[in-house]
């Protein structure tokens, strides 16, 4: 069946370079989230979206990072001028309800180190 | 802000044993999951709880959702090989004005053969 997808799966950037990693989540959910999971540490949020409704960025570290979902389905997370710590695995998860109570149903994440 | 205490950080086991893991926090939770995640991949769900005291199975897999809602326990009986990986647990939890799920930093299960 089709779960969650990303890609690209590994990116490489050199320090500066603009980055822009993309989620098709489960056709149909209505909610959508992005993690960063630092090396052996669990996920931490970044961002949900309610459709195309971004309602909470809080968790973004800083203003270079920008999330979108124009259409209430792919979602494109975007890193600019990226850093040396920008570098983790950056998890999209899926949920058919509203509100980060329900299941969340997750992709294999891309795979980001910035050189 | 919130954090989940889970423990222990890494177990090192044989198979057919039973594990127990656990998570911790000062602060209520509304919602517990505890997912499983393999190299390279993301997490996979295994059980989610949402009632205080509430006690639900999964196949060899048992948690439960503390009833002070401050804690939850998952338990896998007769370990196999397959059972390795890392399994985190993650409470839901009114933060910042917002709802979030607020991940531990995971177990390390290893199975000996």
């Known amino acids: 069946g089709a779960g969650v997808s990303q890609s690209p799966r590994y990116k490489v950037a050199k320090r500066g370079q603009d980055v822009a990693l993309r989620c098709d989540p489960i056709?149909?959910?209505?909610?959508l989230f992005w993690y960063q999971q630092a090396l052996g540490q669990g996920p931490e949020f970044l961002t949900y979206?309610?459709?195309?409704?971004?309602?909470?960025k809080s968790g973004l570290p800083s203003d270079r990072f920008f999330a979108e979902r124009p259409e209430g389905s792919v979602s494109t997370l975007k890193i600019q001028r990226t850093q040396q710590e920008d570098s983790a695995v950056y998890l999209c998860?899926?949920?058919?309800?509203?509100?980060?109570?329900?299941?969340?149903?997750f992709g294999p994440g891309t795979r980001l180190t910035v050189l | 802000g919130q954090q989940l205490n889970q423990s222990p950080q890494s177990m090192f086991i044989q198979e057919g044993e039973d594990v127990s893991m656990n998570c911790t926090s000062s602060?209520?939770?509304?919602?517990w999951l505890w997912y499983k995640q393999d190299p390279g991949e993301g997490p996979v769900l295994l059980i989610a709880?949402?009632?205080?005291?509430e006690l639900t199975s999964n196949g060899r897999l048992t948690a439960q959702f503390g009833i002070t809602r401050k804690d939850s326990f998952l338990n896998i009986s007769a370990s196999i090989p397959s059972d390795v990986g890392i399994y985190f647990c993650?409470?839901?939890?009114?933060?910042?004005?917002?709802?979030?799920?607020?991940f531990g930093s995971g177990t390390r299960l290893l199975v000996r053969p």
């Open positions: 056709s149909g959910h209505v909610s």
């Open positions: 993650a409470g839901g939890a009114l933060v910042d004005s917002s709802y979030k799920l607020i």
């Open positions: 998860a899926s949920s058919p309800a509203r509100g980060v109570y329900n299941e969340q149903f």
């Open positions: 709880l949402y009632k205080a005291g």
């Open positions: 979206f309610q459709n195309e409704a971004q309602l909470d």
């Open positions: 602060s209520i939770f509304n919602t």
